[in-house]
């Protein structure tokens, strides 16, 4: 983990060398410059900003040496106008900076933000702990490079009006946030191979040993006797035992709980209505709202809020095996709905059936959200910037969407009007799994959840285009998986515990 220190600029005793300093650079006059430069590299840098040379558009970035003076470097953050500034410009600009001290190994700096007030310093926190992350566990070492130098220090100057206690605590949860963001990251890459129904769940029950939760799995024997057959309808393709994790997080004395339940579908063929095989290979990231879940109550299991939480997240491989179920086919949810299982490639949306009724009927949850990786419709609508949201509740998407304004994950709202209900009768079932082809996708998946949360405020979170495949995120790198809602769903934990909306 990073050091993170945040000190008002008078506590700052400068080291003899001091590695890289970080100024914030907006497109205005400069007024002042940090104290901590020296007179001659100040003019320099005025000069070269009034040139032109040096930009303040934002996510421009500039790494200066400056070797006649005891600090080594100066790095510019373009922030562009001040008007339009907000936390995401903050990160994209500080996920450039970081990636500029990687190539030029750099492991410490001090951010000099003592010039600005309300400033969003968190922001470069997260993008130094997302930017630095890259799945290369399956990859032998090159030995004719030299190891990498990662930033392991940073700390941060602010004014001295400022609430340094409370800079302090935001930048703690956004590196433990972060962090779990990245351990949710590495969990979705993992090879399918390795990363089974019965690996995840290990992982799980690990996790939440490390962090004094309480963790069941609940097998298919178990699943059986439930009435899970929607999981295990798809679960029959495969040689790999589905399973469905529960984990819970409990504060004494807290009244509300909320329950989150993500997709984990360890690999997705589309079972007998097989994927073609082109991209057929990314379907190893189809548990990442198991993932996004799972990495959320890590970093809740850190931070403590007085509320509690259950996650869920149904474990199943979508193989199509001798035995695997039938387009055709007739299941039973645990809530005793029928469903004619018309494509076995829309799966999601059965494993995540019997979770939600589940979660709904067991726990009683104040409300209820759900992640998955569940069309690709949604790639479709909104790319790879954004997860789609069905809910049926106002107050908790709005909630949500105060949650995602901080992470700086975005999500946008798709309609549940009636008129998509009739497009997923089941002919000769309650429901079909599927409505007519190339009509509103991803609203017909959440208006097919829809069915199984009950009177329960609920808001899904279609991830199948945020979960991976961004590009020039710069915190993010564009070959690996995003971690999304990670984030969002700890500060929306975080918000509710605080103030419950
Ligand atoms: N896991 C896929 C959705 C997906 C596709 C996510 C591409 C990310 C990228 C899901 O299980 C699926 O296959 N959905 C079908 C639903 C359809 C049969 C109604 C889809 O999107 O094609
Ligand atoms: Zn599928
Ligand atoms: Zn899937």
């Given at each position: 983990m990073i050091d993170v220190?945040?000190?008002?600029?008078?506590?700052?005793?400068?080291p003899e060398e001091l590695p890289c300093l970080v100024?914030?650079?907006?497109?205005?006059?400069?007024?002042?410059?940090?104290?901590?430069?020296?007179?001659?590299?100040?003019?320099?840098?005025?000069?070269?900003?009034?040139?032109?040379?040096?930009?303040?558009?934002?996510?421009?970035v500039y790494l200066l040496p400056t070797p006649?003076s005891r600090l080594r470097n100066v790095l510019l953050l373009?922030?562009?106008?001040?008007?339009?500034?907000?936390?995401?410009?903050?990160?994209?600009?500080a996920g450039k900076a970081c990636a500029l001290l990687e190539k030029n190994r750099i492991g410490a700096v001090v951010f000099?933000?003592?010039?600005?007030?309300?400033?969003?310093?968190?922001?470069f926190?997260?993008a130094a702990v997302l930017g630095q992350y890259s799945?290369d566990?399956?990859?032998?070492q090159d030995q004719s490079q030299p190891p990498k130098v990662a930033l392991r220090e940073i700390t941060?100057?602010?004014?001295?009006?400022?609430?340094?206690?409370?800079?302090?605590?935001?930048?703690?949860?956004?590196?433990?946030?972060?962090?779990?963001?990245?351990?949710?990251?590495?969990?979705?890459?993992?090879?399918?191979?390795?990363?089974?129904?019965?690996?995840?769940?290990?992982?799980?029950?690990?996790?939440?040993?490390?962090?004094?939760?309480?963790?069941?799995?609940?097998?298919?024997?178990?699943?059986?006797?439930?009435?899970?057959?929607?999981?295990?309808?798809?679960?029959?393709?495969?040689?790999?035992?589905?399973?469905?994790?529960?984990?819970?997080?409990?504060?004494?004395?807290?009244?509300?709980?909320?329950?989150?339940?993500?997709?984990?579908?360890?690999?997705?063929?589309?079972?007998?209505?097989?994927?073609?095989?082109?991209?057929?290979?990314?379907?190893?990231?189809?548990?990442?709202?198991?993932?996004?879940?799972?990495?959320?109550?890590?970093?809740?299991?850190?931070?403590?809020?007085?509320?509690?939480?259950?996650?869920?997240?149904?474990?199943?491989?979508?193989?199509?095996?001798?035995?695997?179920?039938?387009?055709?086919?007739?299941?039973?949810?645990?809530?005793?709905?029928?469903?004619?299982?018309?494509?076995?490639?829309?799966?999601?949306?059965?494993?995540?059936?019997?979770?939600?009724?589940?979660?709904?009927?067991?726990?009683?949850?104040?409300?209820?959200?759900?992640?998955?990786?569940?069309?690709?419709?949604?790639?479709?609508?909104?790319?790879?910037?954004?997860?789609?949201?069905?809910?049926?509740?106002?107050?908790?998407?709005?909630?949500?969407?105060?949650?995602?304004?901080?992470?700086?994950?975005?999500?946008?709202?798709?309609?549940?009007?009636?008129?998509?209900?009739?497009?997923?009768?089941?002919?000769?079932?309650?429901?079909?799994?599927?409505?007519?082809?190339?009509?509103?996708?991803?609203?017909?998946?959440?208006?097919?959840?829809?069915?199984?949360?009950?009177?329960?405020?609920?808001?899904?979170?279609?991830?199948?285009?945020?979960?991976?495949?961004?590009?020039?995120?710069s915190y993010?790198r564009?070959?690996?998986?995003?971690?999304?809602?990670?984030?969002?769903?700890?500060?929306?934990?975080?918000?509710?515990?605080?103030?419950?909306?």
């Amino acid at each position: 983990m990073i050091d993170v220190r945040v000190l008002h600029k008078t506590q700052f005793v400068s080291p003899e060398e001091l590695p890289c300093l970080v100024l914030p650079l907006f497109d205005e006059p400069l007024s002042a410059f940090s104290s901590l430069i020296e007179r001659a590299d100040a003019s320099t840098l005025e000069r070269l900003c009034e040139r032109d040379v040096i930009s303040s558009k934002a996510q421009e970035v500039y790494l200066l040496p400056t070797p006649l003076s005891r600090l080594r470097n100066v790095l510019l953050l373009g922030l562009g106008n001040r008007e339009k500034f907000n936390a995401e410009i903050l990160r994209r600009a500080a996920g450039k900076a970081c990636a500029l001290l990687e190539k030029n190994r750099i492991g410490a700096v001090v951010f000099d933000a003592s010039l600005e007030s309300n400033f969003p310093l968190h922001a470069f926190v997260e993008a130094a702990v997302l930017g630095q992350y890259s799945y290369d566990r399956y990859k032998s070492q090159d030995q004719s490079q030299p190891p990498k130098v990662a930033l392991r220090e940073i700390t941060i100057l602010c004014d001295v009006s400022a609430d340094v206690a409370g800079l302090r605590r935001r930048c703690e949860q956004v590196l433990i946030a972060c962090d779990s963001a990245n351990w949710a990251r590495d969990l979705a890459s993992m090879p399918p191979n390795d990363l089974t129904p019965t690996r995840l769940a290990e992982l799980a029950k690990e996790m939440a040993k490390q962090g004094h939760l309480s963790c069941e799995i609940i097998d298919e024997d178990h699943m059986a006797k439930l009435g899970m057959n929607a999981i295990l309808g798809v679960a029959r393709g495969s040689e790999q035992r589905a399973n469905l994790m529960v984990l819970r997080y409990e504060s004494p004395g807290a009244k509300r709980t909320l329950a989150v339940v993500g997709k984990g579908v360890t690999f997705d063929t589309g079972g007998i209505s097989i994927k073609p095989s082109e991209s057929m290979h990314e379907m190893k990231y189809d548990m990442s709202g198991a993932a996004a879940v799972l990495g959320a109550m890590r970093a809740i299991a850190a931070l403590k809020p007085a509320i509690n939480i259950i996650a869920l997240a149904p474990a199943v491989e979508n193989m199509p095996g001798a035995n695997a179920q039938r387009p055709g086919d007739i299941v039973k949810a645990y809530n005793g709905k029928t469903i004619e299982v018309l494509n076995t490639d829309a799966e999601g949306r059965l494993v995540l059936a019997d979770a939600l009724a589940y979660a709904v009927d067991k726990f009683k949850p104040d409300c209820i959200v759900d992640l998955a990786t569940l069309t690709g419709a949604c790639v479709t609508a909104l790319g790879h910037y954004a997860a789609g949201v069905t809910a049926t509740d106002d107050a908790l998407y709005e909630a949500l969407c105060r949650a995602s304004d901080v992470s700086g994950e975005r999500i946008w709202r798709l309609p549940l009007w009636e008129d998509y209900d009739k497009l997923i009768e089941g002919t000769h079932a309650d429901l079909a799994n599927i409505g007519p082809r190339g009509e509103a996708g991803s609203i017909i998946g959440g208006c097919f959840l829809k069915h199984f949360v009950g009177d329960t405020p609920w808001a899904h979170l279609d991830i199948a285009g945020a979960a991976w495949g961004g590009k020039n995120i710069s915190y993010l790198r564009d070959k690996d998986a995003s971690g999304f809602g990670v984030r969002l769903l700890t500060q929306w934990i975080l918000d509710q515990a605080e103030a419950p909306v």
